[in-house]
């Protein structure tokens, strides 16, 4: 499913009229009628209760206007709230406005402040809103009384219906512009915008409903946006089927540098993950002091000791030994609980320059690499980062505020300028490719909130690498699986609670569901 930006819309719409012929008052229609359908699915008795339309003068509110004439065509009351003098409504809205008249609609006329306080009176007195006032093209902070109407509107706690986008949310980055509508439905045009899948957005829009409004899908194609929304659906013409004579030495070998004093469960947990994703073998390597705690941890792994420093972490001088057991593994991943000591900088960075297999980097080795972020251009193989707002705020040299703001910019930003896979962790995923595509991942919920969540994901995409899978095809797989997993769980044990291992143990269940029949 695409998510498309507010320019990629634009210039869909544009093409749409210019181009294929169909003119931007019959796509203001459909979005009106589509609405207005959708309005009455949502909102059972709406026939009894009064519906305010909160205007713009713009094409948002034209799309609202036409809602208000089929309201009133399907007995509804109805009344409109113009944000603005009728006089400055122009274009497709103006000419949708001026047929409001010979239906006695009600159209108030809200210009300021002043204006928009002598008619709260009236505006309390409806029981349900059609949010139409800002559309796509907001990219500013919502001032004056379109400001004070949306909080009010708030304030009333009354069900709204928001058109494409709730009013006050950016359209690109799903971040509040000052103050924004909380919506209990939106209809959105074309596409779903990208921000109304990234947090906040996705949860200040509701129920979220995609009307067709006419775009023709060679359009849609030709305009090429570059975000996706993954979903577990996509995953089964990912996954391949394994040939009947496969065999462990087949079905790819990891090798995983993890663990210092006092984080052996972090090391254990990534070998273990890469097993369930269908790795025939993992080595894990591992400080040689933590040796007899990790090898009871991980029976099916086979353990391999490293030398370390007096403070029991990895040692420079264990790059020779992790270069020779390379030889013939499909995937390296390093960093789970592995510390930042100086030793393990030492080694971490001679093994970026040096591996000939692909690299899935995480955790403590993503803080080190943000010392350097530079030698990622030196890297020769495929390499996948799985950091969390802080560590990409740390890789950035920005604050993780920063990032939070801008989640899918900040991430293509750095998959593009160092040629990488980046996995942004948190609600909403974002999977960035070097070519400048994104993933907005679909699965997951509040409670993968938990240690070990990370550790796991790292082991499920290098397992998937190790099997042949593309970098880019195995960060898909392995995030929305592990998403997956937990909805699962959240739905048979509760909204939190379950930990890590049980979302890895469950990743094969959900991969023979998706590879018997494609549900989830």
Sequence with gaps: MYLVTAEEIREMDRRT????????????????????????????????????????????GGDGFVMARYLSYRGVKVTVFLLSNIGGVKGDAGANLGLLTPLDIPVVEIADSAALKKKKAAMRRQDIWVDALLGTGLNADVRGHYREAIDFINRLEKPVLSVDVPSGLHTDTGQVCGTCIRAQVTATF?????????????ALCGKLETIDIGIPPFIAEAVNPR???LTGMMLKAMLGNRAPDAHKGT??????????????????????????????????????????????QVTEVMTIPL???????????????????????????????IGTDDGVGRLFFSL???????????????????????????????????????????????????VQQDRVGCACDFAQTFGVHVVLKGAATVIAHPDGSAHINSTGNPGMASGGMGDVLTGLIAGFIAQGYAAETAVKLGVCLHGLAADHLFESKGPFGFLATEVMDRVPAEI??????GTI
């Design 17 to 60: 009229i210019e181009s294929f012929g169909v003119p931007g008052r019959v796509l203001m229609e459909n979005a009106g009628v589509g609405a207005t359908n959708l309005m009455q699915a949502h909102f059972p008795g709406l026939g009894s209760k009064k519906v305010g339309v909160l205007a713009g003068r713009g094409n948002n």
């Design 190 to 202: 074309g596409f779903a915008k990208l921000g109304l899948k990234i947090f906040p957005g996705a």
């Design 227 to 229: 975000r996706c929304l």
């Design 251 to 296: 079905t790819g070998h990891v090798l995983v540098v993890a663990g210092s004093p006092g984080k052996t469960g972090a090391a254990a947990m990534t070998a273990t993950a890469a097993m369930r994703a269908g790795a025939g073998l993992v080595s894990l390597g591992v400080p040689e002091g933590l040796n007899p705690v990790v090898e009871p």
């Design 307 to 337: 030398p370390e420093t007096d403070s029991g972490s990895l040692d420079a001088s264990a790059l020779a030994i992790v270069l020779a057991h390379l030889s013939g593994k499909r995937c390296l991943a390093i960093g789970p609980g």
């Design 352 to 402: 970026m320059k040096k591996t000939r297999v692909p690299l899935v980097v995480d955790a403590d080795a993503i803080n080190l690499l943000a010392n350097d972020p530079q030698v990622l251009k030196k890297v020769r193989v495929p390499v996948v980062i799985t950091p969390h707002p802080g560590e990409m705020a740390r890789l950035m040299d920005a604050t993780p505020k920063q």
């Design 512 to 517: 023979r569901q998706l590879m018997a029949d």
